[in-house]
């Protein structure tokens, strides 16, 4: 199965916004900083409690869910 870069640069965002820092956020889903980074950069997915987890700490509603945790990344010269 081929893995889909997805771009969190949004979620990044209001993580910085709100905590900080990625390693508050860490902290706060008890997961450990390497885990958060992995998922920031497609490397692994977060979880739906992960979502909805992270959802409530950063005060993002469900229905901007999408915006935030699947927003394929484009490449150079596409269009998304």
Do not use: W
Not at 10 to 27: C, D, M
Not at 30 to 43: G, H, Q, R, V
């Amino acid at each position: 199965m081929e893995n889909i870069e997805l771009n969190h640069d949004k979620l990044k965002g209001k993580i910085k916004e709100v905590l900080g820092t990625q390693s508050r956020l860490a902290e706060e889903l008890d997961l450990d900083e390497t885990t958060i980074s992995n998922k920031l950069n497609s490397n692994t997915y977060f979880t739906q409690k992960e979502i909805l987890k992270i959802c409530s700490i950063l005060n993002i509603t469900t229905d901007k869910i999408p915006e935030y945790f699947f927003k394929e990344k484009v490449r150079e010269g596409e269009q998304k």
